[in-house]
């Protein structure tokens, strides 16, 4: 991929996804890691669903 098209690639994808990032607890955050591995989900995902929980239909 050449450079220029790389950085129209990110230009793009920033209109459409933005960050979620917040602080937490190195204990509460390998517990969730684990919860969530054994559900076989990635954070992202599991982060959807409850944002999808929360907004509702």
Same mark, same amino acid.
């Given at each position: 991929? &050449?450079? %220029? &098209?790389? +950085? *129209?690639?990110? @230009?793009? @994808? @920033? *209109?459409?996804?933005? /960050?979620?990032? #917040?602080?937490? &607890?190195? *204990?509460?955050? $390998? +517990?969730?890691?684990? %919860?969530?591995?054994? /559900?076989? %989900?990635?954070?992202? /995902?599991?982060? $959807?669903? %409850? #944002? *999808?929980?929360?907004?509702?239909?």
């Amino acid at each position: 991929m &050449s450079p %220029k &098209s790389r +950085a *129209e690639y990110y @230009r793009k @994808r @920033r *209109e459409t996804i933005g /960050q979620f990032s #917040v602080p937490l &607890s190195r *204990e509460k955050l $390998n +517990a969730l890691t684990e %919860k969530l591995k054994e /559900q076989n %989900k990635t954070k992202t /995902q599991w982060l $959807n669903e %409850k #944002v *999808e929980e929360e907004l509702g239909p």
